[in-house]
């Protein structure tokens, strides 16, 4: 989306955050049965280092004075800063934090960067405020974090309902917070910032473009084409757009999308860039596309695909639904989409997922490519980062694939043993600090 305000609606449902946490630590504890996790590091490893909460003040346009609670959960750093992003919306909350920060910990280790994993926001619905009032919220936001965050400590990224805008306000604070000889060499406490200002070329298509990936090799592994196969969307904003964008470069057909306002379908066939246009024309809002039919909420999961997106928010593919989907492969643009329940409903009905932690990861893959390009001082060309993408995520997918293959277990549980045995490792090498 071109703007904040453009991102979230007002009738936006509410997420279940607390069922989040729930799905997060019942994953963590199968994975860790699988691996016969020592009970030591199972222990650092199901809490969170650090928690952040802080509140703000902020003068909004007409004068008045609003107080906003902001959170950033540090996981784990075993193998490098934190990492993760920063969103805005209704639902953050310290739980919400916590789940999200665990998940950032499992995806770094998967993709092998030197990072671990954390997350954080923004209680607050952003349509409601002006893009002045945002930067403000923003600004002072990065100013209550700046002792808690840092170029090589924590390092936040876009996320719900935050773009480049949001990480160009935060880098410019936190820098002029340094002093002056400091400064250009902090350019990369945050990434996914604008290209010209420091960030990666092709960072906003990174992880919708691991997601396309993700289906590109789950398809080749089974040999199967992309061509003609139906897929749906749940979610429009950069995630989702990108993903069906490169699959439909591939042959395959969008036929629904479903977005916070309401869903559409035709199944001959949406053409991404015609819907991606009418939707920054209608503030954001998929609604009312002259060639797609609208069709209810409720019934948007069980239509007629080979492959859905769960691009959206979490907790969305749960016990009532899963048992009405069609599709064969689910691939998790979205973190935590499926919860515990929904999940063993697919997996029992021979539905492949391929798990939020491996399918989304090319976006802190990206993440990575920014933070060295800075650290660097180096620029690199698009095709050279998607042709690094592509080897990076390729990597991923065949060690989560093929040891799902060898242990009889989903991919989810697959993705999760790796990372962990890999933060295992590292405890085990460096031992334990006294």
């Known amino acids: 989306m071109t703007t904040l305000t453009k991102e979230i609606k007002k009738e936006e449902k509410k997420v279940p955050v607390r069922g989040m946490m729930d799905n997060v630590m019942e994953q963590f504890e199968s994975a860790a049965n699988q691996i016969k996790l020592h009970p030591n590091i199972k222990k650092i490893l199901s809490i969170t280092n650090n928690e952040i909460i802080v509140n703000f003040p902020v003068k909004m346009d007409n004068g008045d004075v609003e107080v906003f609670t902001g959170y950033r959960v540090q996981h784990n750093n075993a193998l490098g800063p934190y990492k993760g992003g920063l969103r805005y919306h209704p639902t953050v909350d310290i739980d919400a934090a916590r789940a999200l920060a665990m998940w950032m910990t499992w995806k770094t280790s998967l993709a092998g960067l030197p990072y671990g994993g954390g997350k954080g926001g923004i209680k607050l ?5 002006s893009q002045s009032e945002l930067e403000r919220i923003t600004r002072r936001f990065t100013y209550a974090l700046a002792d808690n965050i840092g170029p090589e400590h924590d390092i936040p990224a876009p996320d719900v309902n935050t773009n480049s805008q949001t990480m160009a306000w935060m880098a410019d604070t936190y820098m002029s917070t340094r002093p002056p000889a400091q ?35 789950w398809a080749e592994k089974n040999a199967q084409v992309l061509t003609d196969k139906k897929f749906i969307v749940q979610g429009f904003g950069n995630v989702g757009y990108w993903a069906a964008y490169f699959l439909e470069q591939d042959g395959a057909k969008l036929v629904a999308v479903q977005d916070a306002n309401g869903s559409i379908q035709n199944p001959k066939g949406i053409k991404v860039e015609d819907l991606y246009n009418y939707s920054q024309i209608n503030e954001g809002s998929i609604v009312n596309f002259p060639q797609a039919q609208p069709v209810d909420n409720d019934k948007f999961f069980g239509l007629d695909c080979d492959i859905c997106i769960p691009a959206a928010l ?24 499926t919860n515990v329940e929904g999940e063993k409903i697919l997996l029992k009905r021979g539905i492949t997922i391929i798990p939020d932690i491996l399918c989304n990861s090319g976006g802190v893959v990206g993440s990575y490519f920014e933070w060295l390009q800075n650290r660097n001082g180096e620029l690199w060309q698009l095709n050279e980062v998607m042709a690094k993408l592509d080897k990076k995520l390729k990597e991923s997918f065949d060690k989560v694939y093929d040891y799902s293959r060898q242990e009889g277990i989903d991919m989810r549980t697959a993705a999760y043993c790796i990372a962990i045995q890999r933060i295992e490792r590292a405890y085990v090498q460096r031992g334990i600090f006294p």
């Open 183 to 217: 400064r250009s060499a902090n350019q990369h406490v945050v990434t996914g910032k604008p290209a010209g200002s420091g960030g990666l070329e092709g960072r906003d298509r990174a992880t919708g473009y691991g997601v396309y990936l993700s289906i590109k090799f």
């Open 125 to 129: 619905d952003p349509s409601k405020y």
């Open 314 to 337: 979490g907790n969305q593919i749960t016990k009532d639904n899963a048992s009405k989907i069609k599709a064969q492969l689910i691939a998790e643009g979205a973190n935590g989409p």
